[in-house]
Nanobody
Framework: QVQVVESGGGLVQAGGSLRLSCTASGLTFDDYIMGWFRQAPGKEREGVSCITWFGANTYYADSVKGRFTISRDNSKNTVYLQMNSLNPEDTAMYYC?????????????????WGQGTQVTVSS
């Protein structure tokens, strides 16, 4: 049984930083693309960032480029999202997801397994 579990969310002031972690089990982690998504109240889910199975390629939404960094440690079955210079528009539930490897882009595609989410709230 595949499980995806996020952690690291919380309340932070504008300009601050948070590091999200996501651990996946029940799958061969280095066969999977990993992605971070977010959904704010009343808004559609947005793809934030993703990383290919060995970490060779990363992709970011324009809204987070230069502020967020995705990375993975395949020895720990874990993917991270370092979020710097946070602003209130980053407030959302953040979800981690796994997608079996495929060539090409990793945002805007369907993901197979999802976590329950971790809340990030940025105060002004």
């Amino acid at each position: 049984q595949v499980q995806v579990v996020e952690s690291g969310g919380g309340l932070v002031q504008a300009g601050g930083s948070l590091r999200l972690s996501c651990t996946a089990s029940g799958l061969t982690f280095d066969d999977y693309i990993m992605g971070w998504f977010r959904q704010a109240p009343g808004k559609e889910r947005e793809g934030v960032s993703c990383i290919t199975w060995f970490g060779a390629n990363t992709y970011y939404a324009d809204s987070v480029k230069g502020r967020f960094t995705i990375s993975r440690d395949n020895s720990k079955n874990t993917v991270y999202l370092q979020m710097n210079s946070l602003n209130p528009e980053d407030t959302a539930m953040y979800y981690c997801a796994a997608r079996y490897k495929q060539a090409g882009r990793c945002l805007g595609i369907e993901y197979n397994y999802w976590g329950q989410g971790t809340q990030v709230t940025v105060s002004s």
